[in-house]
């Protein structure tokens, strides 16, 4: 039983009065850190992340581009012959002037990309033009510069030139440009825009102020200051924040975005590949048309730039459509997507000289992308996944033995090394399942748990929520000889965007934070040991032990600890213990680093925590829940520690030989 910090301070008054002395109030729990067993090696590759066009995750997200609709091409619903409007775009003109803005595809700069827009003044007053306000509302920085594009043409007898402005919709103007030169053929015009304020309510106007027709398309505004400074790059601060998760592998792009609600909207990657224009985009079942700028290239060039290894989903030909009604006539023939999964791979892998790795190249990349990990489809299952998996996994492995291929489910048909699991659930289910894998038999296939959260009373990512995940993830890191790769689901949400809840990392056009569940990936990302260390607690059997009954029962509640526990070893001796309470009062510890090999010279202490389980980060107040790290003053290997209420902490102990 533990007894709260107050009934402590009360208890001892008491014993001052009665002529006793009471030195601890408390049950100690002893935790015993036998530093001298080493047991298996943990994952390199444990901890990565999931990155799917979600919540507008990408688009309006994590890829740069500031303009929404630059293409003309969105709100058709994923059904092509739907007429199609102009969302993100405003007419502007005053009541006195006679003008239409609107959608055509008679004439088109690419086949694949067949809308543009037309904007006809009969006559003018004032300027007369098209505003986008991006993604409610364009964020410009003072003395930031803007790269701005765009496709345009003019109807015989037109006059005049473009106007372009960043400007608030108060009419106070960030910068100008003037865009000379249209002729009736289609030609690409570009300016820098350099802005001399700040605004988070900004937005870009194209507009003229004589009568006459022109036609617009692919409209484009990007930061100049991306991510690594690359070109149709990144959004700075999301990548950052990204990059300090430390994750070992990216998958990507999905997710249910991969498969779409039918094959017709399916994320197909080598529509992704090439100049803008020439991208068709595609409908998103998430609700909204993705761009594909962010794209296969992109997104290997991303991981890349992480230092983390590419995981790249491929499609087997099956969509929502074929999943939800087992209607395997609907299913479209393998082989189109199999192919593609062949030509993925040696796109990011194959020599220069090869179809796919010039194209490589072409884009800017003669070195390979290094692909070791391939996912084939999502969340598949049923009869025609089996036999899918199996023509993959065979076809794939043959032309490429040392592929790490992975399933969506425990296939009969077809060799079976790493499954990919997925888990959305209460605080309370996760905490329950903590040694769920203890029992795992180690001679079968390898886990990756590829989703996992908890989304029941969860706020919009609160305190409660992540002690649940990290009290799961000490199970998964105590066995990572079995659980090789995790990553929590979403990655990101865009607040004004959000479908899915929670996601771990919150952004508007401006600001962004973190989620408690963020914090308890990075710390443990940032705390990784290179082997598990053999672990007591109030001195019973370690979980994870070599007689554990062996248990393949993912819905049975294993135990209902409130205090979960792992340690390792770094390769460089430093000893790493991660302890989570999930009580709603403190815990006091005595903690043994049993048969230690050197003198301990420091040790730290990394704490989650707050007041309340329904604590949560905002955008408003983003770190009202976040880590604090303090020295510890001990430095010897037996020593008393109490673990505050609902915490997740990551102990350090640094020891010289």
Known sequence: MSISVATRVRFAALCILLGAFQSQAAETTKLTVHVDRPGHAIS???YGIFFEEINRAGDGGLYAEMVQNGSFEDDRGGNEAKPVKMPGWTLLKTTAAQAQATIDASSPVR??????????????????????????????????????????????????????????????????????????????????????????AGRLVIAVTSPGTIWTDQVSLFPKDTWKGRPNGLRSDLAEMIHAMKPSFVRFPGGCYLEGDRLGNAFRWKNTLGDLVDRPGHWNLWGYRSTDGLGYHEYLQFCEDLGAEPLFVANCGMSHEEQSSKNDRKAASPDEYLQDALDAIEYANGPVDSKWGSLRAKAGHPAPFHLKYLEIGNENSGPLYDTRYALFYRTIHARYPKMNLIANCETQSGPLKINDEHYYNSAKFFMSRARLYDGYRRDAHKVYVGEYAVTDQCGNGNLRAAIGEAAFMTGMERNSDVVVMASYAPLLVNVGWRQWNPDAIQFDNARLCGTPSYYVQRMFSEARGHVVLSLDLDANTAPG??????????????????????????????????????????????????????????ITATVLTSAADEDENTLDQPTKVIPVTRRLPVTAATFHHQFPARSATVMRATVAK
């Open 44 to 46: 390199p590759m444990l």
């Open 545 to 602: 032990r070599p007689d554990a009954k062996p248990s393949q029962d993912k819905t049975k509640d294993l135990g209902a600890e409130t205090l979960f526990a792992v340690a390792s070893r770094s390769a460089s001796g430093d000893v790493i213990l991660k302890v989570v309470n999930a009580d709603g009062r403190p815990r006091e510890s005595q903690i043994d680093l049993a048969g230690l090999d050197g003198r301990i010279t420091s």
């Open 111 to 200: 086949a694949k990309n067949p809308n543009s827009l037309r904007l006809d003044v009969q006559t003018a007053d004032g300027r007369i033009g098209v505003a986008n306000d991006g993604f409610r509302g364009m964020a410009l920085k003072q003395g930031a510069e803007y790269r701005f594009s765009l496709y345009a043409r003019a109807a015989s007898g037109s006059q005049g030139a473009l106007h372009v402005t960043l400007e608030d919709t108060a009419g106070k103007v960030y910068a100008s440009a003037q865009i000379d030169g249209l002729t009736a053929e289609w030609k690409k015009f570009d300016a820098t825009l350099t802005a001399n304020a700040t605004t988070t």
